[in-house]
């Protein structure tokens, strides 16, 4: 589904950038909990007085029984958006229910930098909000299983555009290790979130 040909992309930051005095840094980072857990989790960081924000849809549930009601589906499972500044980011990590915030390890590949942190604009929080309030039709963010040897297209981050190989996937896992040709033939481990596949390998 096309929502904005014109939205900002996601963008990391460094887990050691401060805070400007005076200035509001809040941004939306990506805190990773477990499955199931995150309407729970949003509870309690509201409870803190942290924004926050979990990608859910209302849909028509259909029981086996022939039973039906509308619920509340988790589209994005084990993520919860929580707005705030990297200070509070630090003291949010040490809560037991988060299990840490995802970062963005082509760039850390690449440039050298310690672990840096995706952050997601306002303007794509406010898109996705807009999409699963408005939308009909179930929403639902699948992860593309990739296979060693597929063709594959960084979409996100400093690396857009650039293609590469998979030469390393596992079942299960939310990252894969591409070797990028432009690079002189390195190999990053990309977050499968950030590559979209060009061409499949048929073994």
Known sequence: MSTNTNTEHISAVSSGVGDAVGVDCRKWFVAIVNNNSEKAVQERMSSLDYETYVAKQVVLRVWKNGRKAKVDKVVIPSVVFVKC??????????????????VNRALASVNGLHKPLVTIPQKQIDT???????????????????????????VRGNLKGVEG??????????EVIVRIELLGAAKVTIETINLQLMKRHES
């Open 85 to 102: 500044t990297e200070k509070e980011r630090k003291s949010i990590v040490s809560l037991p229910f988060i299990n840490r915030f995802m």
């Open 128 to 154: 996705l909000r807009f999409m699963l309030g408005q939308s009909d039709i179930p929403v639902n963010f699948v992860e593309t299983p990739f296979r060693q040897h597929d063709k594959v297209v960084v």
């Open 165 to 174: 190989e998979v030469i390393q996937a596992c079942d299960g896992k939310s």
